[in-house]
């Protein structure tokens, strides 16, 4: 009787999934960020991935499968035509003993023609309705599926599109500590040749500019293996495939919650799929309950028999069967209670995974959102220092072209501004990443 109330209650539900299809958040969250550039790399990405075809590919397997279980409903209907002749023996065998032992040759001609043998399966007991609830669930599975790779694909476009942003960002940092490095070590030169510093200045000047070049080198060679991993993933050809310098996004997507809700975490297309296995494993409960029920179908057969092709037309020759079939399985070996059993069993299992996977989405949203919420105000506490130690440079700087310090704390200020800019840097990136992360953890958008 449970088995029959869920299956009730299923088909309004699948009619009403097939009518209203889920939303599709893959790239509604990244278009927050105003960036175009990245709209384009995600769109090729989600075009042109040859996992993501394949992933298309099983979504519609599944929706084929669906069209292929509806089709029981419908009466099956063949038709063919027949011509024979057989000749019988002189020494057949006959049931009435007569005195000679040979008969004469008997030739037997059947001409059939449009012959309709039709059957109908009466789903007394719903086995093909639950055959149908089972395949759409499937179908719905595979369409989640489908989607959480997209979700995926599309993080991972946005993840790493990002970092190079942030390299490129961390090399205009560089770049222009270069110069005012350059500008240092002009002025170091300038005061050894009228005497008034001695040639170690110019030294450490010239020693640290060169330790930034490299650094910046460095980054050079970071960036170009971003980028190759990046037209893997848009599926284009590294050696083909190029991305201009640009910048961090200067629009940052802002969580309008406090926390995360449960209406957020069930858009993530992975829960979806965990919630669409369950509902799979009781209507396989279904399925198999119908299975030891009994199966009634209507067969029939009709057309035109005769021994003879010019009688074949005439209404005589007509024939038919009509009839009922009814087919109840009496022993098994209990292999279809077993089955019902172990679909119960894998409807728990599915809970428990379900359950699994909802706590580590909460757990990866929150620690997200804490992220974010901490690293804020890192960011305002590391703007000030970059405010201040810019503050002191300058005044170093003034104080060793006046004669009134050592180059050493020109050198050591630089240094904290270098450090300051590029922990503001990434600081930044990092809140990016943070942003994609959510926007992964809550299903794509807020």
């Known amino acids: 009787?449970?088995?029959?109330?869920?299956?009730?209650?299923?088909?309004?539900?699948?009619?009403?999934?097939?009518?209203?299809?889920?939303?599709?958040?893959?790239?509604?969250?990244?278009?927050?960020?105003?960036?175009?550039?990245?709209?384009?790399?995600?769109?090729?990405?989600?075009?042109?991935?040859?996992?993501?075809?394949?992933?298309?590919?099983r979504l519609e397997e599944?929706?084929?499968?669906?069209?292929?279980?509806?089709?029981?409903?419908?009466?099956?209907?063949?038709?063919?035509?027949?011509?024979?002749?057989?000749?019988?023996?002189?020494?057949?065998?006959?049931?009435?003993?007569?005195?000679?032992?040979?008969?004469?040759?008997?030739?037997?001609?059947?001409?059939?023609?449009?012959?309709?043998?039709?059957?109908?399966?009466?789903?007394?007991?719903?086995?093909?309705?639950?055959?149908?609830?089972?395949?759409?669930?499937?179908?719905?599975?595979?369409?989640?599926?489908?989607?959480?790779?997209?979700?995926?694909?599309?993080?991972?476009?946005?993840?790493?599109?990002?970092?190079?942003?942030?390299?490129?960002?961390?090399?205009?940092?560089?770049?222009?500590?270069?110069?005012?490095?350059?500008?240092?070590?002009?002025?170091?030169?300038?005061?050894?040749?009228?005497?008034?510093?001695?040639?170690?200045?110019?030294?450490?000047?010239?020693?640290?500019?060169?330790?930034?070049?490299?650094?910046?080198?460095?980054?050079?060679?970071?960036?170009?293996?971003?980028?190759?991993?990046?037209?893997?993933?848009?599926?284009?050809?590294?050696?083909?495939?190029?991305?201009?310098?640009?910048?961090?996004?200067?629009?940052?997507?802002?969580?309008?919650?406090?926390?995360?809700?449960?209406?957020?975490?069930?858009?993530?297309?992975d829960l979806q799929q965990f919630e669409r296995q369950i509902q799979i494993a009781e209507a396989q409960a279904v399925l198999q309950q119908a299975t030891t029920r009994p199966r009634v179908t209507v067969v029939g057969s009709g057309g035109l028999l005769s021994d003879q092709l010019k009688y074949w037309p005439v209404p005589a020759s007509s024939t038919y069967l009509l009839g009922v079939n009814a087919s109840v399985p009496l022993y098994e070996g209990r292999r279809n209670r077993e089955l019902v059993n172990l679909s119960r069993q894998q409807t728990q299992t599915g809970r428990q995974t379900y359950q699994q996977a909802l706590q580590i989405a909460q757990r990866e949203a929150e620690t997200a959102i804490d992220n974010l919420t901490l690293l804020r105000q890192q960011l305002t506490a590391q703007e000030q220092v970059l405010t201040l130690a810019r503050t002191t440079e300058r005044y170093n700087r003034e104080r060793y072209v006046r004669g009134l310090t050592t180059y050493l704390e020109v050198l050591d200020t630089q240094r904290t501004i270098l450090s300051a800019e590029q922990l503001l840097v990434q600081f930044k990136s990092q809140e990016v990443q943070y942003v994609v992360a959510l926007l992964r953890a809550v299903g794509g958008d807020f």
């Open 1 to 57: 009787m449970k088995l029959k109330l869920l299956l009730i209650c299923l088909l309004p539900s699948l009619a009403l999934a097939q009518a209203n299809p889920t939303p599709d958040y893959t790239t509604t969250g990244y278009a927050r960020f105003s960036d175009s550039v990245l709209e384009g790399l995600i769109q090729s990405g989600l075009t042109n991935s040859p996992n993501l075809q394949t992933a298309l590919s």
């Open 62 to 269: 599944a929706r084929i499968r669906v069209r292929i279980a509806q089709s029981f409903l419908l009466p099956s209907v063949r038709s063919s035509v027949l011509a024979s002749t057989q000749s019988l023996s002189e020494h057949r065998p006959i049931a009435i003993p007569i005195a000679s032992d040979r008969l004469p040759r008997f030739q037997l001609n059947t001409f059939q023609l449009l012959p309709i043998d039709a059957s109908y399966e009466l789903d007394l007991f719903k086995r093909i309705r639950s055959g149908m609830v089972v395949a759409d669930l499937q179908a719905q599975a595979s369409d989640a599926d489908y989607r959480a790779f997209r979700l995926t694909l599309a993080t991972e476009i946005a993840r790493t599109y990002f970092l190079i942003r942030g390299n490129d960002a961390e090399q205009v940092v560089f770049r222009r500590n270069v110069v005012a490095r350059d500008s240092t070590v002009g002025i170091a030169r300038e005061r050894y040749r009228v005497g008034l510093a001695d040639i170690l200045d110019t030294q450490r000047a010239e020693t640290d500019v060169a330790q930034l070049r490299v650094q910046l080198v460095s980054l050079q060679r970071a960036r170009t293996e971003l980028v190759n991993g990046l037209a893997q993933l848009v599926a284009q050809e590294p050696a083909l495939f190029s991305l201009d310098a640009g910048s961090l996004p200067t629009t940052i997507p802002i969580f309008p919650f406090a926390s995360v809700t449960p209406d957020l975490l069930h858009r993530r297309p």
